[in-house]
């Protein structure tokens, strides 16, 4: 998994959120995701096995980001799936198209740091700020 | 928004009609309470859940309210069928999550020493789902079943008893559900957590009864002064959380066609008699009934646990289950609201039922004295037995709070608790905890918590449910 410390994390009483800053939109949505990972699991995940192609489809940028987090947090929950780099081949605001490469969930070589339920809308904003990107983005955990 | 916050009595806060609001929000508090409620956006979100279409006489808050997304924790709205909303933000993504309570015939004081032996067996033995999997492995057939069956799914295959199901809120299954209507990734996201605690405020602990309030009803509930007792708390797993995504995002698309506006995109929602409405009752179900085996097969090796650590025939042991409620779901329910009956999609978003006695709904065994409810404290206080009272009937729909709340953010309280060994600090006061990941504990310290005396001293005094009993824990597992 890339370092990244890109992001910090919001005070939410119930919850957990993270502010993610990006020189632009595709960087932006990278650092999400690798974010979101590194607050769920840390262990050595540079054993890659898989590649995949992933599209994802919402209504404007915020949505897409609801959406594309739940991607990846589906790609671990479900599929046992870590994201350890990133490729953006396109993206807009109503669609989203990149490559991930991935590693396994290995128990002995993984630690699970916390199990974030969902990714959700609640106060998301995604947006042009300063001379960059901003994301705010809630999770339930 | 603005709005203004309104005293009533000693327990009860009214934010009158304004704006958008469509009916007031009314918050059982106290003083003692009520400044740290302000502090965070949870009262902005009893103003939101106000302005959403059919909501009847209240947007209500319990008194561990704090902030959710969307609907507030703490949080329960009652909406018409005919012109009202189901919102999945208003269940949360946790669906059913809830308590159950295991009384046994033993004195806490006989098993003390045992504990730390018992507290390690215990977290062998029932998996917490995080880092590692469950027991069982079910195929998506396996799974269908269990979403319709629910608890009777895990008692057929020999987790526990016909007489769990009789103390189970709805018989532990919620009818109406459709495993057609649940995605493939839900299925795939359930298919090994079944049996298994999760992490958060999750946790299974053990507690003696330190305090009985009310002999008759504690008698009623089989409870006794030094009993050993075993407080279970988790819910529908990723199963769940994935169904409350799933259908969220088909709302957060449909809700713009129906002529609102919402404050905020996780009130998304569905008219409760469309078939987007209909569809998500019907997964709901299935996670509601998920959850209910799921309690029930986490209780099935508690006891089994306990019969072989303490080495007690189960005759011995009698470790029966008191009730198991759930404190996220919403449910289609006949209230009588100023003289009329009506039937009402509740929503119940961390708030439990509190039935009063003589309710049918109310499980034989219990009905002269009012259905069990179980309030968890965090893992170094206490928790709270109570009964359902005819308050909650005449004012919140038959509902109470369902815990202590958080008072601090995880931020806030890892900061708190900041080099401090939260597992020895607990062990000093006699309190074995054992968890999976060291980040849960410190998340979990106490002081992240209102404490839960207040808010049950709140719902006991404004006449929502009535103390009986009071549990102190003497060992916990996390995940």
Not at chain 2, 100 to 125: G, I, M
Request: with cysteine.
């Amino acid at each position: 998994m890339s370092s990244v410390s890109t992001y910090e994390i919001i005070d939410h009483t119930a919850d957990l959120g993270i502010i993610v800053k990006g020189p632009d939109v595709e960087q932006l949505f990278i650092r999400a995701a690798l974010a979101m990972t590194e607050l769920m699991v840390k262990g050595d995940s540079s054993d890659i096995v898989s590649t995949s192609e992933v599209v994802v489809q919402g209504e404007d940028f915020p949505d897409l980001m609801v959406r594309w987090l739940g991607e990846i947090l589906y790609l671990f929950e479900g599929e046992d799936l870590i994201v350890h780099s990133i490729e953006i081949k396109s993206i807009g605001p109503v669609q989203l198209q990149a490559t991930l490469t991935l590693s396994s969930f290995k128990p002995e070589r993984h630690q699970v740091l916390r199990e974030i339920k969902a990714v959700t809308y609640h106060g998301i904003s995604v947006g042009k700020a300063n001379s960059g990107w901003e994301a705010r983005v809630i999770f339930d955990i | 928004m603005d709005f203004k916050i309104k005293k009533i009595d000693e327990w009860r806060f009214l934010i009158p009609k304004t704006g958008a609001m469509r009916v007031p929000g009314l918050i059982f508090s106290s003083s003692e309470l009520m400044p740290n409620i302000k502090d965070d956006q949870s009262l902005l979100q009893v103003v939101n859940v106000a302005t959403l279409p059919g909501i009847v006489k209240h947007s209500l808050a319990m008194p561990d309210i704090h902030w959710g997304y969307g609907f507030p924790i703490g949080g329960v709205a009652a909406f018409r069928v005919e012109d009202g909303i189901i919102s999945p933000g208003g269940v949360g993504y946790d669906i059913n999550c809830g308590t159950r309570l295991l009384t046994t015939a033993l004195f806490a004081s006989e098993v003390r020493p045992k504990t730390k032996a018992l507290v390690s067996a215990l977290f062998k033995e029932i998996p917490t789902g995080v880092g590692s999997r469950g027991k069982i492995r079910l195929s998506k057939r396996e799974e269908s079943e269990v979403a319709v069956k629910g608890a009777s799914w895990a008692v057929k295959k020999g987790y526990g008893t016909k007489e769990d199901l009789e103390r189970t809120e709805d018989q532990g299954v919620m009818k109406g559900a459709d495993p057609e209507v649940v995605s493939d990734r839900a299925y795939k996201r359930g298919h090994d957590q079944l049996g298994t605690l999760g992490s958060g405020n999750h946790f299974l602990e053990i507690q003696s009864v330190d305090e009985i309030y009310d002999e008759d009803t504690a008698s009623a509930f089989g409870l006794f002064e030094g009993q050993l007792t075993v407080f279970i708390h988790s819910g529908s797993r990723g199963f769940g959380h994935q169904i409350c995504d799933d259908f969220l995002k088909e709302m957060a698309t449909h809700v713009r066609q129906l002529g609102f506006d919402l404050p905020d995109r996780q009130l998304a929602c569905a008219y409760i008699g469309s078939d987007m409405g209909k569809r998500y009752l019907a997964g709901m179900a299935c996670a509601a009934n998920y959850a209910w085996a799921n309690r029930q097969m986490i209780m099935h090796w508690t006891r089994e646990t306990f019969e072989k650590s303490l080495e007690v025939s189960p005759n011995d042991l009698k470790m029966e289950l008191l009730y198991d409620v759930c404190h996220n779901i919403g449910k289609l329910e006949t209230h009588v609201v100023d003289g009329k009956k009506l039937t009402l999609c509740v929503h119940r978003k961390g708030a439990t039922r509190s039935l009063p006695p003589g309710h049918p709904d109310v499980p034989h065994r219990y009905r002269e004295v009012g259905q069990p409810v179980l309030i968890p404290g965090d893992m170094g206080t206490c928790s709270y037995i109570l009964a359902g009272s005819q308050g909650a009937m005449e004012e919140s729909f038959g509902s109470t709070c369902h815990g202590a709340g958080r008072a601090l953010s995880r931020k806030q309280a890892i900061k708190a608790a900041k080099g401090r060994a939260i597992d020895r600090e607990l062990e000093d006061r006699g309190i074995f905890v054992q968890s999976r990941g060291k980040t849960t504990l410190k998340e979990e310290i106490s002081e992240a918590y209102k404490d839960v005396s207040l808010v049950v001293e709140a719902v006991h005094m404004a006449g929502l449910a009535k103390k009986v009993a009071k549990l102190r824990p003497l060992g916990v597992i996390k995940g």
